[in-house]
T-cell receptor
Framework: DAKTTQPTSMDCAEGRAANLPCNHS???????VYWYRQIHSQGPQYIIH???NNETNEMASLIITEDRKSSTLILPHATLRDTAVYYC??????????????FGTGTRLQVTL | DTGVSQDPRHKITKRGQNVTFRCDPI?????LYWYRQTLGQGPEFLTY????????KSRLLSDRFSAERPKGSFSTLEIQRTEQGDSAMYLC????????????????FGAGSRLTVL
């Protein structure tokens, strides 16, 4: 799996958009970008994934650059409940074997009043 | 469906004791995973079941660790002769295997079982 690089921490004011970057310059053509988050004392929670097109769901938007070497997770209107560690993971679509997700250390997002 | 359930949520034990954790996955999910997370780090893969078969184990899973998933339903993770280095959060996750697809990497995690070895 391609290695990802994320900032250690970020702050965001409540109500503003939170833009979380991820670099994955060695991504292969068949690898997807996945985002999970982990709120304190809970297990990781899936947010969104994409291959090359931008994706949006009820939780967030995922913007992937044209060369696919980086992506940005956007939380359009951050709330205090969005305070969490956000993990960017790159992995091939499952081939029938274990989904061994490599979480890294993620970005700690602090949403403040 | 209440999601992935793990029990107990917290366990404090003395070094050398055995502990067992239980995971109840989402009922229609055929794949089950155990991950371990230490303080300040992201979760790390331990082992994987497809139905009742344990198909893959990480090198992190020493021979003091054993996992089972009888009848392809709930799973247990047992740690024998616990050591202080075993102190961690043990996370269970499940997913619906869909063959070769991006969606198969969408895992639903439980809240975890936190182990403290004194």
């Amino acid at each position: 799996d391609a290695k990802t690089t994320q900032p250690t921490s970020m702050d965001c004011a409540e109500g503003r958009a939170a833009n979380l970057p991820c670099n994955h310059s060695t991504i292969s053509g068949n690898e997807y970008v996945y985002w999970y988050r982990q709120i304190h004392s809970q297990g990781p929670q899936y947010i969104i994934h994409g291959l090359k097109n931008n994706e949006t769901n009820e939780m967030a938007s995922l913007i992937i650059t044209e060369d696919r070497k980086s992506s940005t997770l956007i939380l359009p209107h951050a709330t205090l409940r969005d305070t969490a560690v956000y993990y960017c993971i790159v992995r091939v679509g499952n081939t029938g074997t274990a989904s061994k997700l490599t979480f890294g250390t993620g970005t700690r997002l602090q949403v403040t009043l | 469906d209440t999601g992935v359930s793990q029990d107990p949520r917290h366990k404090i034990t003395k070094r050398g004791q055995n502990v067992t954790f239980r995971c109840d996955p989402i009922s229609e999910h055929n794949r089950l995973y155990w991950y371990r997370q230490t303080l300040g780090q992201g979760p790390e893969f331990l082992t994987y079941f497809q139905n009742e078969a344990q198909l893959e184990k990480s090198r992190l899973l020493s021979d003091r660790f054993s996992a089972e998933r009888p009848k392809g339903s709930f799973s247990t993770l047992e740690i024998q002769r616990t050591e202080q280095g075993d102190s961690a959060m043990y996370l269970c996750a499940s997913s619906l295997g869909q063959g070769a697809s991006a969606g198969a990497n969408v895992l639903t995690f439980g809240a975890g079982s936190r182990l403290t070895v004194l």
